[in-house]
T-cell receptor
Framework: NAGVTQTPKFQVLKTGQSMTLQCAQD?????MSWYRQDPGMGLRLIHY???????DQGEVPNGYNVSRSTTEDFPLRLLSAAPSQTSVYFC????????????????FGPGTRLLVL | AQSVAQPEDQVNVAEGNPLTVKCTYS??????LFWYVQYPNRGLQFLLK??????LVKGSYGFEAEFNKSQTSFHLKKPSALVSDSALYFCAVRVTGTASKLTFGTGTRLQVTL
């Protein structure tokens, strides 16, 4: 298994440009999520999905769109990039619930570092 | 709303000494608590998870965490630190009423020196 993969690893955008961060997992996980990581603020949830065709907003959704057409893929779209979106973005996946099994946890991708000028 | 707090931005410890990384939580109901580690330029890796039962949870790489309900704490511990343990550590709690959403702390940087 490749686990959770993210592309690109690094991207530079100009203000106003759009782009899509790709995320894929090969573990047949129902749940996928996008986080951004900023210094001193930990990880903040942007959007998440509990299955194909179902998405919902997290803590900081403004400026980002998502869709989930397949179980495997969960792309994150920036429609008009702003300097405030400079961050490291992580995609994560898990089975349907982080329940009573000690093995149920989220698996994280390696991250995409985004710089918006 | 649930939350976790990591009161120390950085913890410094000498190799071979015991280490503790602190975490306190606020959640209604029974908490599901997690510890993750992040090495430079990498994603987060799962260390351990508390669900119920024994208050001492053993995880990967020799780490363990002690759940204390009365103090609402879930501190990460290791009896003997290694230089290779130097990394960023995150505590997280499952969001009440959801199956899979996590709320993360701000992270604690562990620096282990020779």
């Amino acid at each position: 298994n490749a686990g959770v993969t993210q592309t690109p690893k690094f991207q530079v955008l100009k203000t106003g440009q759009s782009m899509t961060l790709q995320c894929a997992q090969d573990m047949n996980h129902e749940y996928m999520s996008w986080y951004r990581q900023d210094p001193g603020m930990g990880l903040r949830l942007i959007h998440y999905s509990v299955g194909a065709g179902i998405t919902d907003q997290g803590e900081v959704p403004n400026g980002y769109n998502v869709s989930r057409s397949t179980t495997e893929d969960f792309p994150l779209r920036l429609l008009s990039a702003a300097p405030s979106q400079t961050s490291v973005y992580f995609c994560a996946s898990s089975y349907s619930g982080l329940g009573s099994s000690r093995q149920e946890t989220q698996y994280f991708g390696p991250g995409t570092r985004l710089l918006v000028l | 709303a649930q939350s976790v707090a990591q009161p120390e931005d950085q913890v410094n410890v000498a190799e071979g000494n015991p280490l503790t990384v602190k975490c306190t939580y606020s959640v209604s109901g029974n908490p599901y608590l997690f510890w993750y580690v992040q090495y430079p330029n990498r994603g987060l890796q799962f260390l351990l998870k508390y669900i119920t039962g024994d208050n001492l949870v053993k995880g990967s790489y020799g780490f363990e965490a002690e759940f204390n309900k009365s103090q609402t704490s879930f501190h990460l511990k290791k009896p003997s630190a290694l230089v290779s343990d130097s990394a960023l550590y995150f505590c997280a709690v499952r969001v009440t009423g959801t199956a899979s959403k996590l709320t993360f702390g701000t992270g604690t940087r562990l620096q282990v020196t020779l």
